[in-house]
């Protein structure tokens, strides 16, 4: 743009549609401000603006919250004998709904000599984003003409507000429903968790496109149903010529990082990049986030390398994904390298390096860091970064400064940072502190006894067997029962979930006799179980 307006600048007389050319440009590259501030040396020079300037100059004074010069523009076109243009005013329409002056569009609108579909579709849609439904549905219910566009905007507003019966009942009445009419309330479905509808809706559809199965797929993934999301897409890519897109791929490899299904994974990283998404920001970012939760922090870090374009969420991941993996120094590292390319760090930048020093034994060095944080990029410590530093200092030892920094924060300590300190304490065989800890989390989670396990491994590692049995029956009067730990395994593309003493799977004896052989094997090289573990065995 700064080429051709340099060139427009050397035109001795330029005609009207090379000043909307211009318009035009600097709209397209998002340079709104320069719409405005241009618009205003052609008033100067007493050039009259045509129909297809204002709608342009409008939307740039929306778009860079230039509202007074909106208004001056509006009275410019009034004079310039275009107050009954329906483009002009649909795009005042727009202009004062995007700054909240929802009296003042529908002035405009009632104003309007001519309004088109669009004209009733954008005062209908301000009404939606002012969340007043009531006058939304007043409006619809008079327009003379509906489009589908304008039968999707209202079915959306309902959605947006939760009202999913709602919006059903109106999409049931729809005329003439297009795909996109489908996926608006398929979305809506899997935004509001209903994600039995969305599976019936889906079902239902007459046709379907990629933002159909993504709909579906990204339904279940909001939702948590991770075996779903892989399910959906093996049936997408057997069953449809429909091709993924970016969105699904992120999705995909997102469900794959919770379960761990790393070999599916794999798979969908080559797939991505056979398929055009190599250098995909969404699709790179997922990726280093799948390979970082699945242990491959080496794979996480070659994607992260081979990426050309990095954005902020990347060099979280990927510094976070190392501070987990106990990668302290290159994390380091990469945060430097991070403010080296003008990245700005936020909260979740600072939450990986704080990690990475807790994994490092750097007590100074993380309170050097939780410091520049407030210093110098002026953010709020979260209860996520006193517990990163409460962290920091128990598994350093320093427990007395643990409990200290814990008093002199500013909000309550929640069960995690109490955790933590129980943790620390077994390592440092601090009793007396567990004891202070194990009462908080009572009071904050009464209905975790996985607190109660952790107590008896620290009264149990000291011998006090009393304490132990006391615990246990303490921990059996709360009525509550610990959680069983679940394992997740990659079997044949396939991701098998099963607890201790599971029997649920079709195959239980073939396991159960490879599991005895594998116990065998490891006894004979002389490995025996810690019996002395409490919270093991038949409660994981």
């Known amino acids: 743009m700064a080429y051709a307006r340099k060139v427009f600048d050397e035109i001795p007389d330029p005609n009207i549609a090379l000043w909307n050319a211009m318009f035009r440009g600097y709209a397209r590259n998002e340079s709104y401000r320069e719409v405005v501030v241009l618009f205003s040396y052609m008033k100067s020079l007493d050039i009259l603006p045509n129909c297809f300037t204002f709608p342009i100059v409008l939307k740039s004074c929306g778009k860079s919250n230039a509202y007074v010069e909106g208004q001056e523009v509006q009275c410019v076109a009034i004079k310039s004998g275009f107050r009954a243009n329906p483009f002009v005013g649909t795009a005042l329409i ?79 009445e729809m005329p003439n429903r297009d795909v996109m009419s489908w996926n608006t309330v398929l979305n809506g479905y899997a935004n509001n968790g209903d994600v039995e509808a969305c599976e019936r809706l889906f079902e239902e559809m007459p046709e379907k496109n990629v933002f159909s199965w993504n709909g579906l797929i990204g339904g279940y993934a909001r939702n ?34 919770r379960l761990g299904a790393l070999d599916l994974g794999k798979w969908v990283h080559a797939y991505a990049e056979s398929n055009g998404y190599k250098g995909n920001l ?31 969420i990347t060099w979280n991941t990927i510094i976070n994904g190392l501070a987990t993996h106990g990668c302290g120094s290159d994390a380091l590292n ?33 309170f050097s860091y939780f410091q520049s944080m407030v210093d110098d990029y002026s953010i709020v410590p979260q209860i996520e ?89 303490a921990m059996r009067d709360t009525g509550f029962k610990k959680f069983p730990g679940c394992s997740l395994i990659e079997v044949n593309d396939s991701v098998v979930e099963f607890y201790s003493l599971d029997e649920r799977h ?32 038949s409660q994981r």
């Open 224 to 257: 948590g149903h991770f075996f779903e999301v892989m399910e959906t897409f093996k049936r997408m890519l057997n069953e449809d010529n429909v091709l993924p897109n970016d969105a699904t791929l992120v999705n995909v490899v997102s469900a794959c990082a």
């Open 94 to 172: 727009d202009m004062y709904v995007s700054g909240g002056a929802i009296g003042a569009a529908y002035k405009v609108f009632g104003e309007m000599v001519e309004r088109n579909v669009v004209a009733w579709t954008s005062m209908i849609s301000g009404y939606i984003l002012s969340r007043d439904m009531v006058s939304a549905r007043r409006l619809f219910d008079l327009a003379p003409e509906r489009d589908v566009v304008l039968w999707n905007t209202m079915v959306s507003g309902y959605i947006e507000l939760g009202d999913m019966v709602a919006a059903w009942k109106l999409f049931d």
């Open 334 to 366: 990469l945060f430097c390298q991070m403010k080296k390319a003008g990245e700005t760090p936020d909260g979740i930048t600072f939450i990986g390096i704080l990690c990475a020093c807790t994994h490092m034994g750097l007590v100074e060095d993380g």
């Open 385 to 473: 970064h006193y517990g990163c530093m409460v962290d920091l200092l128990a598994r350093a030892g320093l427990l007395d400064q643990a409990v200290e920094f814990v008093r002199k924060m500013p909000m309550e300590a929640d069960a995690i940072i109490w955790a933590a300190l129980l943790g620390s304490c077994r390592i440092y065989k601090n009793v007396e502190l567990a004891e202070l800890a194990l009462e908080r989390l009572i009071k904050l989670e009464p209905k975790n006894p996985a607190y109660f396990v952790m107590l008896s491994n620290i009264y149990g590692d000291l011998g006090r067997w009393k304490d132990v049995a006391r615990l246990k029956v």
């Open 282 to 312: 969404y699709v790179g970012n997922a990726l280093i986030d799948m390979y970082a939760k699945c242990g491959i922090i080496e794979s996480a870090v070659e994607v992260f390398r081979s990426m050309g374009t990095k954005d902020l």
């Open 506 to 537: 079709p195959e239980t004896q073939e396991i159960y006799r490879a599991l005895r052989g594998l116990t065998k094997l490891l006894r004979s090289f002389g490995y025996l179980p810690d019996l002395m573990e409490l919270g093991q065995g």
